[in-house]
């Protein structure tokens, strides 16, 4: 029978300023996925942080973009947010952009990503919970993970990975999606995932047998808003093993620290740190970006774990490397490469100056 993982994410409030999340707003999440659960809505849940924002980790057998599953959700995230508000945490609620609940998560503010699977004799999955990022940061680790033989030598000697996989990749600003095939579509794919400001990898599929390998929550906020709301902090789910890559072909990417969109207001360059989950409270100019992968063996839908996965020495070189980059990045202040280009701080202060200071420009 087939089932569903689903996390779920949203940003309802930061302990201090937008730096982590307050232990009543987490433990408020994890009474009420526990309660889910007695109440059979669920057949598992976990509840965890990333930075400021709250995951929830369920799995159920209600079908993707399950309406019940949802609105539980929104429901948990605006009762998060009135704890929030009660504590006078910073930006208690941001990522909830609606009123009131209308059958989807999906444009309401909070990401998901959401795998639907047959459970295979042994099923590790690992989350990934970033923050001070936005959609879009998945893209290159993606790419090494499902494209990449000297990232995943199991693309040229295991049969089972072999025939390659797809990328359904979406452009978030014309919601447009289109679906390469690799590996003779490599080039092609790079050309858009290249710039994940505007296109982010939902979903990865083997080729071979039709399942899906990975997804991504590629809800862009500032997008969704009209205005800046604060960074999209993204969610993926990859399966391991078997047709799909091993756990530590899975993690191998993060052995550098990628460079992202996101830090300070979302409006800067950072380099995207992986770290245990007790080190995923960024406080450095709202940074660095972070990255916390939490390892899962499902067992007849039940979550068996988590593993803190970057709990590890082995990532402590990318962990100095993004401090070395971050001080880099840094003293260029308010200067590209460190700010974002103009055409992604249009949803910021720019269009304002931009017109206040129109009449003032003249001809050369």
């Not at 929550?217 to 969610?235: C, E």
Request: glycine share 10%; charged share 25%; aromatic share 10%.
């Amino acid at each position: 029978m087939p089932r569903t993982l689903s996390v779920i994410k949203a940003d309802i409030g930061g302990y201090v300023g937008h730096s982590a999340m307050h232990p009543e707003v987490l433990a408020l999440g994890r009474e009420q996925v526990e309660r889910a659960v007695r109440d059979g809505l669920l057949i598992d849940g976990q509840a965890h942080a990333c930075g400021d924002d709250l995951f929830l980790i369920m799995s159920h057998d209600q079908g993707q973009d399950s309406e019940r599953v949802h609105h539980f959700a929104w429901d948990l995230f605006i009762a998060g947010t009135e704890v929030a508000k009660k504590l006078h945490l910073y930006g208690a609620g941001q990522d909830l952009l609606v009123d009131a609940f209308s059958g989807n998560i999906r444009g309401a503010g909070p990401g998901s990503a959401e795998v639907e699977y047959e459970e295979r004799p042994s099923e590790p999955v690992i989350v990934f919970m970033g923050d001070k990022t936005s959609a879009g940061a998945f893209n290159l680790p993606f790419y090494k993970m499902f494209a990449d033989p000297f990232n995943t030598a199991g693309l040229v000697i295991a049969e089972s990975l072999h025939g390659g996989f797809a990328f359904e990749v979406h452009d978030v600003k014309e919601h447009k999606k289109i679906v390469l095939n690799c590996p003779e579509e490599i080039y092609d794919l790079l050309v858009f995932i290249g710039s994940p400001a505007r296109y982010a990898v939902k979903r990865v599929v083997n080729r071979s047998t039709g399942e899906i390998a990975a997804v991504s929550s590629t809800d862009k906020l500032s997008l969704i808003a009209g205005r800046y709301v604060g960074k999209d902090d993204p969610a993926a789910v990859v399966r391991c093993q078997g047709t799909f890559p091993a756990v530590g072909e899975v993690l191998e990417p993060f052995t550098t620290a990628w460079i992202v969109e996101g830090f300070m207001r979302g409006s800067h360059y950072g380099p995207w740190m992986p770290t245990p989950v007790a080190q995923a409270h960024p406080s450095r100019f709202d940074g660095p970006p972070r990255i916390a992968a939490l390892g899962f063996q499902l067992a007849d839908g039940k979550l068996v774990g988590p593993r803190d996965m970057f709990d590890d020495p082995s990532f402590d070189n990318a962990r100095a490397e993004a401090n070395r980059v971050a001080d880099h990045l840094r003293k260029h202040g308010p200067f590209e490469p460190h700010r974002l280009p103009l055409d992604e701080m249009e949803y910021t202060t720019m269009p304002a100056v931009a017109a206040k200071m129109k009449a003032r420009w003249s001809e050369m």
